[in-house]
């Protein structure tokens, strides 16, 4: 499965951009897809997460301000991203969970990462 991302760039505080991940492939299915972000110095993070069921997993510094949304039908995750902060600056990855069912009829799962994209909150 890859994962190309869309959206990021540079923004003012405040803003509301909103950040896209189009999974493409065959062989698995997707049970969930998120985002992480890693700004400099620092470790890679959860930012949010939807499962196919809908339901969604927030990191508490950004809840309120983002929000995750699934299409399964079309395998894209968006981040609606509201009232950005400096804070917010970093390289921002999508993922998706994936399982398959081997032939064995043991199921196998699997995390699948997008490149990044920098997002950066500057005036």
């Known amino acids: 499965v890859q994962l190309q991302a869309s959206g990021g760039g540079l923004v003012q505080p405040g803003g509301s951009p909103r950040l896209s991940c189009v999974a493409s492939?065959?062989?698995?299915?997707?049970?969930?897809m998120g985002w992480h972000r890693q700004a400099p110095g620092k470790q890679r993070e959860l930012v949010a997460a939807?499962?196919?069921?809908?339901?969604?997993n927030y990191a508490d510094s950004v809840k309120g301000r983002f929000t995750i949304s699934g299409d399964n039908a079309k395998n894209t995750v968006y981040l609606q991203m509201n009232n950005l902060k400096p804070e917010d600056t970093a390289v921002y990855y999508c993922?998706?969970?994936?399982?398959?069912?081997?032939?064995?009829?043991?199921?196998?799962?699997?995390?699948?990462w997008g490149q990044g994209t920098q997002l950066t909150v500057s005036s």
């Open positions: 492939g065959s062989g698995f299915s997707i049970t969930g």
């Open positions: 939807v499962m196919r069921t809908g339901s969604t």
């Open positions: 993922l998706a969970d994936l399982m398959r069912i081997k032939d064995s009829g043991e199921y196998e799962v699997s995390r699948s």
